[in-house]
């Protein structure tokens, strides 16, 4: 009797197990979440730009003479008057040579004064008919030439003023120290750059195109720009200059965009986003990740809105911009492309779309 109810207690476990299996298989497949976008041509747009905010009108300022720096007054952000002092040589130089001018000066003047009295004898001595024409002559080129001996002592004397002058450096104008060449005992070069001084009134956003962009600005053309620390705060621009050449490197165009009443914020040497509206290129823009490429073929995955299945779809590829990739043929506006995981679908394969509620 035993081996029996053994057998039955089987056949019921196989039967029950056959019952599972038939079961599963009559179950849908459970549908995979994707991310999705609907694709759509454009006109138009809106891109934006790091940039950072710089003085239209900055210079490099230097002696005009060479020295040892023995001050420097001026440092990195201060902000300065004009006329102010900077820095300073070692003006001992040339004080001496400002004593050498003003004694060539004094001897130059003695000299006059002798000659012009040695003139007025022998123009006296002239008329008394005690003395020769000859003679005259003689006294008054003795004169004239004292005279330009005078001036050129006071010609002397001048430069050598001015030269001492020129061992204070002085801002030209209202403005902010934003870089320093120099350091107090370093002996200078005419001309060399000490202090850069910029002026903070008159600002500009610089930035870096990518020479697709660039060439399709001109001068005039309008820029929205947000400060990046806190995109809240804003200014509105025109591109004043745009570089002939693009860089030979990066190949960005660099343009140059004047500020209309920039806020405080906009301090010099501030990061910016600036941003225009331009023309869109042809064909339909999508993420990198959306493309697949397999076995020779460029492709995407298209969901059917009715069936929520996936099929591949040909695309044939316009360009590619780092994260973004321009499809030239092969999509139709409103087509619903999946833009993540397209590695492990299948054709058929149901899914569901991530932003739909259930």
Same mark, same amino acid.
């Given at each position: 009797?035993?081996?029996?109810?053994?057998?039955?207690?089987?056949?019921?476990?196989?039967?029950?197990?056959?019952?599972?299996?038939?079961?599963?298989?009559?179950?849908?497949?459970?549908?995979?979440?994707?991310?999705?976008?609907?694709?759509?041509?454009?006109?138009?747009?809106?891109?934006?730009?790091?940039?950072?905010?710089?003085?239209?009108?900055?210079?490099?300022?230097? =002696?005009? &003479?060479?020295?040892?720096?023995?001050?420097?007054?001026?440092?990195?952000?201060? $902000?300065?008057?004009?006329?102010?002092?900077?820095?300073?040589?070692?003006? &001992?130089?040339?004080?001496?040579?400002?004593?050498?001018?003003?004694?060539?000066?004094?001897?130059? !003047?003695?000299? $006059?004064?002798?000659?012009?009295?040695?003139?007025?004898?022998?123009?006296?001595?002239?008329?008394?008919?005690?003395?020769?024409?000859?003679?005259?002559?003689?006294?008054? /080129?003795?004169?004239?030439?004292?005279?330009?001996?005078?001036?050129?002592?006071?010609?002397?004397?001048?430069?050598?003023?001015?030269?001492?002058?020129?061992?204070?450096?002085?801002?030209?104008?209202?403005?902010? &120290?934003?870089?320093?060449?120099?350091?107090?005992?370093?002996?200078?070069?005419?001309?060399?750059?000490?202090?850069?001084?910029?002026?903070?009134?008159?600002?500009?956003?610089?930035?870096? $195109?990518?020479?697709?962009?660039?060439?399709? $600005?001109?001068?005039?053309?309008? =820029?929205?720009?947000?400060? /990046?620390?806190?995109?809240?705060?804003?200014?509105?621009?025109? &591109?004043?200059?745009?570089?002939?050449?693009?860089?030979?490197?990066?190949?960005?165009?660099?343009?140059?965009?004047?500020?209309?009443?920039?806020?405080?914020? =906009?301090?010099?040497?501030?990061?910016?986003?600036?941003?225009?509206?331009?023309?869109?290129?042809?064909?339909?823009?999508?993420?990198?990740?959306?493309?697949?490429?397999?076995?020779?073929?460029?492709?995407?995955?298209?969901?059917?809105?009715?069936?929520?299945?996936?099929?591949?779809?040909?695309?044939?590829?316009?360009?590619?911009?780092?994260?973004?990739?321009?499809?030239?043929?092969?999509?139709?506006?409103?087509?619903?492309?999946? !833009?993540?995981?397209?590695?492990?679908?299948?054709?058929?394969?149901?899914?569901?779309?991530?932003?739909? !509620?259930?």
């Amino acid at each position: 009797m035993k081996p029996v109810l053994t057998s039955l207690a089987a056949m019921g476990a196989v039967g029950l197990l056959a019952a599972c299996q038939d079961q599963k298989h009559d179950e849908a497949p459970v549908p995979r979440p994707v991310l999705s976008i609907v694709v759509a041509s454009q006109s138009e747009r809106i891109v934006g730009f790091s940039g950072t905010v710089e003085a239209r009108y900055r210079s490099d300022l230097g =002696f005009r &003479v060479l020295g040892r720096i023995v001050s420097r007054d001026a440092n990195v952000a201060d $902000l300065i008057q004009k006329g102010e002092r900077l820095a300073t040589l070692d003006p &001992v130089a040339y004080q001496l040579a400002v004593r050498s001018a003003q004694a060539d000066l004094a001897s130059a !003047t003695a000299q $006059l004064e002798n000659a012009a009295a040695t003139e007025a004898r022998q123009r006296t001595l002239l008329q008394q008919n005690i003395t020769s024409e000859a003679q005259f002559d003689v006294a008054r /080129q003795a004169r004239e030439s004292a005279e330009a001996g005078v001036s050129r002592a006071r010609a002397n004397l001048a430069k050598a003023q001015e030269q001492l002058g020129y061992t204070d450096l002085r801002a030209d104008f209202d403005g902010v &120290v934003t870089a320093v060449g120099a350091e107090p005992g370093q002996v200078v070069q005419p001309g060399q750059t000490v202090v850069s001084v910029a002026r903070p009134d008159v600002r500009e956003a610089i930035i870096d $195109l990518p020479e697709s962009v660039g060439r399709g $600005l001109s001068q005039g053309t309008r =820029f929205d720009v947000a400060l /990046q620390l806190d995109p809240s705060i804003r200014s509105t621009g025109s &591109v004043r200059e745009i570089a002939p050449q693009a860089d030979p490197v990066t190949r960005t165009v660099r343009v140059r965009i004047t500020l209309d009443k920039p806020p405080e914020s =906009f301090r010099i040497g501030t990061t910016v986003t600036a941003m225009v509206t331009t023309q869109a290129l042809p064909g339909i823009e999508l993420p990198a990740s959306a493309v697949l490429e397999r076995d020779g073929r460029t492709l995407v995955w298209i969901v059917d809105p009715a069936t929520k299945t996936v099929s591949p779809q040909d695309v044939s590829i316009a360009a590619r911009n780092g994260s973004s990739i321009r499809i030239a043929n092969g999509l139709t506006p409103s087509a619903r492309v999946v !833009t993540a995981g397209v590695n492990s679908l299948t054709p058929g394969q149901t899914v569901k779309i991530a932003d739909e !509620t259930p």
